[in-house]
């Protein structure tokens, strides 16, 4: 099997699947999402994940839950779509895509207010509304793949045959809807023969680049070496490192980014030892309503993880004291280059950011 063929979440004979990546790399299962409960279930373990693929998730899952809805009249309907939206945004708090993508497909429902109907009757209004969420998802599954291969396109402009390459967690081809973001020039790169040789860090504690990273670069057949999350100094210290790339789960107006916990240490080391370091943020990203990284909200996670999840018994001692940080923020002063997928953004992230919404 090739690895840009498997999709994390995919919506086919009337069923949304979703690739459950906990199983990962020993099992490939997919699981069927019936319920909200389901769907929120996916996205807060992590069933599903990556900044791109929640969204994609999220927008399916209205969907499926929307679908069978009967109501008695618009307001009906939009009540009811409404608690599903926000039960769903309840799964996780970091990554925009999740609210980017419900208020996409909300924008959608919201064309059918009653003073705009155009329809005969409640009936078809209704299989009107449910058939345009559905295109809606389609629609945002489809400009993530071809903004991931943009962004692909642009960001092996940065890199050269033959380099070093470190990177951290996972945004793969199922964080995304295919490609990945910063996997994606490695993807492209390797199919044109560049021979990079990739280090990937563990990613504690759940392990995404050990599981997920390793896997994916692994089965493409690029050179790929796991190191754990405390090894990323020394290795560029050997002066094996030419670049760091990493995605984003949530970018601010001002260019700080929110990523997997322990890519803002990663940035600093790059900085100190003079490594480009590369975040890769597709639009649906960028969050321009936060003016800086201190307003993003990180995700704190259960201390389990951290002591127990992947060992036969606690690694702690029992009660100890844990903080369990999802994410952190990487300062936009140590951010190289911004890689979208409308072209490759330098500082002062606060103009570039701005001029980048202004065109479109
Ligand atoms: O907790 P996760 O696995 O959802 O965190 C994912 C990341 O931090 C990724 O780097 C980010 O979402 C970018 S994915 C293209």
Redesign the pocket.
């Known amino acids: 099997m090739r690895v840009l063929d498997i999709e994390p979440v995919k919506y086919e004979e009337d069923k949304m699947l979703v690739l459950d990546q906990t199983q990962l790399p020993g099992e490939m299962a997919y699981l069927e999402m019936k319920t909200k409960e389901d769907v929120w279930d996916a996205i807060y373990k ?1 069933k599903v ?4 693929a ?1 969204g994609v998730a999220a927008a399916y899952g209205l969907y499926v839950c929307a679908k069978d809805i009967n109501a008695k009249n618009y307001n009906d309907f939009y009540k009811r779509f409404i608690e599903i939206k926000n039960y769903l945004a309840s799964s996780r708090p970091t ?1 925009v895509n999740l609210f980017w993508a419900l208020d996409r497909i909300e924008g959608r429902v919201k064309e059918f207010e009653e003073e705009k109907l155009t329809i005969d009757s409640w009936e078809n209004t209704q299989s009107a509304i449910k058939k345009a969420i559905l295109e809606e998802a389609e629609k945002i599954r489809a400009e993530d793949e071809s903004a991931c291969r943009a962004m692909g396109e642009n960001g092996l402009t940065l890199l050269k045959p033959g380099m070093g390459i470190l990177t951290h ?3 793969g081809t199922i ?2 809807a295919k490609y ?3 996997l994606a020039p490695l993807y492209i790169g390797h199919e044109k023969g560049y021979d990079f040789k990739v280090f990937v860090d563990e990613t504690r504690p ?1 392990l ?1 680049g050990a599981r997920l990273t390793a896997w994916e670069l692994n089965m493409a057949g690029i050179d790929t070496t796991l190191i754990c999350d405390n090894m990323a100094s020394i290795v560029m210290k050997n002066g094996w490192i030419d670049a760091v790339v ?4 949530r970018m601010s107006a001002n260019g700080d980014g929110a ?2 916990i322990g890519t803002s240490g990663l940035a600093i080391l790059a900085h100190e030892y003079g490594i480009p370091f590369y975040m890769f943020v597709p639009t649906s990203t960028i969050d321009m309503n936060t003016k800086s990284g201190d307003e993003i909200k990180i995700e704190l996670r259960d201390g389990a993880e951290i002591y127990e999840l992947w060992y036969e018994k606690p690694m702690a001692p029992k009660g100890i004291k844990t903080y369990n940080p ?2 952190d923020v990487t300062e936009a002063k140590y951010i190289t280059a911004v890689i979208t997928e409308r072209g490759i953004l330098y500082p002062p992230y606060e103009e570039s950011l701005k001029r980048l919404f202004e065109q479109y």
């Open positions: 992590l994940r990556g900044a791109p929640i990554a967690c996972n945004a964080a995304t990945g973001t910063c759940l995404q990493v995605g984003c789960d990523n997997k999802a994410f």
